[in-house]
């Protein structure tokens, strides 16, 4: 079992940033890959970035590649989502997941989801 917290996130301006830790418990961390997913009101969920178990790959969807910026480190149980020059469309509810079978942009790869956290870009 593990246990996913996401935090931090809010209201924020177009154009400004936000980094999104989310903290694990449980079983080893080290031994997921780590995603993160988001779901505006209306839409269905969309992947958003993943990383591979130490971090050495990294993959974006479309939209947020060369603004978003996935990392982890094992040695803290966490696994963040640094955001910049947010646009109103990156408005969702920001989930983390965490899977035990592959780095992978499917969300039905992810065995463990956090609660998620607001992010609201509007000015």
């Known amino acids: 079992q593990v246990q996913l917290v996401e935090s931090e996130g809010g209201l924020v301006q177009p154009g400004g940033s936000l980094r999104l830790p989310c903290a694990a418990s449980g079983r080893a961390f080290s031994s997921y890959a780590m995603g993160w997913f988001r779901q505006a009101p209306g839409k269905e969920r969309e992947f958003v970035a993943c990383i591979s178990r130490n971090g050495g790959l990294t993959r974006y969807t479309d939209s947020v590649q060369g603004r978003f910026t996935i990392s982890r480190d094992n040695a803290k149980n966490t696994v963040y989502l640094q955001m910049n020059s947010l646009k109103p469309e990156d408005t969702a509810v920001y989930y983390c997941?965490?899977?035990?079978?592959?780095?992978?942009?499917?969300?039905?790869?992810?065995?463990?989801w956090g609660q998620g956290t607001q992010v609201t870009v509007s000015s």
């Open positions: 997941a965490a899977s035990s079978i592959a780095y992978a942009a499917a969300g039905h790869m992810y065995e463990y």
